[in-house]
């Protein structure tokens, strides 16, 4: 017999043409433990993951950062990588000023909206751009070489 929240969420589902439930469970690392407000809880989960990947890929890539890694980082992307990293980030900054107005606001029609369009960005743009970049950085770790010669000071 299926629970509560499943009924509920499947309800918004159809109306919404959301993802099924256990795969916003698997490609957001979740699980609904309580009757709570389904949706609140997803959205949670899900913004936590999108929120920390501009926290630690994104900003410090494209603003820098006092990490050592992070100098070595901002070299390795192009000035067009750069700039499509910029579009993501900014796609990410509305969804996270339509997460912070459901947080004050819940509605679970527009929390269904939210989830919706942070799925489709997130298997339409941002996996595809954060797996390209983990690759890259990945095999530039890979080869890299200090030079020799005088070093800049950062600090």
Excluded at 39 to 55: G, L, P, Y
Excluded at 108 to 121: F, Y
């Amino acid at each position: 017999m299926k629970s509560h929240t499943s009924l509920q969420y499947q309800k918004l589902q159809a109306r919404h043409n959301l993802p099924k439930l256990k795969d916003l469970q698997e490609k957001f690392k979740f699980d609904i433990e309580s009757d709570a407000s389904i949706f609140d809880v997803i959205r949670n989960e899900m913004s936590d993951r999108v929120f920390s990947m501009t926290e630690r890929v994104i900003e410090p890539i494209l603003m820098g950062s006092e990490s050592f890694s992070s100098l070595f980082e901002q070299d390795m992307v192009t000035q067009k990588e750069r700039e499509r990293l910029f579009q993501i980030y900014k796609k990410i900054q509305v969804l996270k000023w339509e997460n912070t107005m459901l947080m004050i606001r819940p509605d679970d029609q527009k929390i269904a909206k939210w989830i919706k369009k942070t799925w489709d960005l997130w298997n339409n743009e941002i996996e595809k751009e954060f797996v390209e970049l983990c690759e890259k950085f990945s095999g530039h770790w890979d080869t890299l070489t200090i030079k020799e010669g005088k070093s800049d000071y950062h600090g």
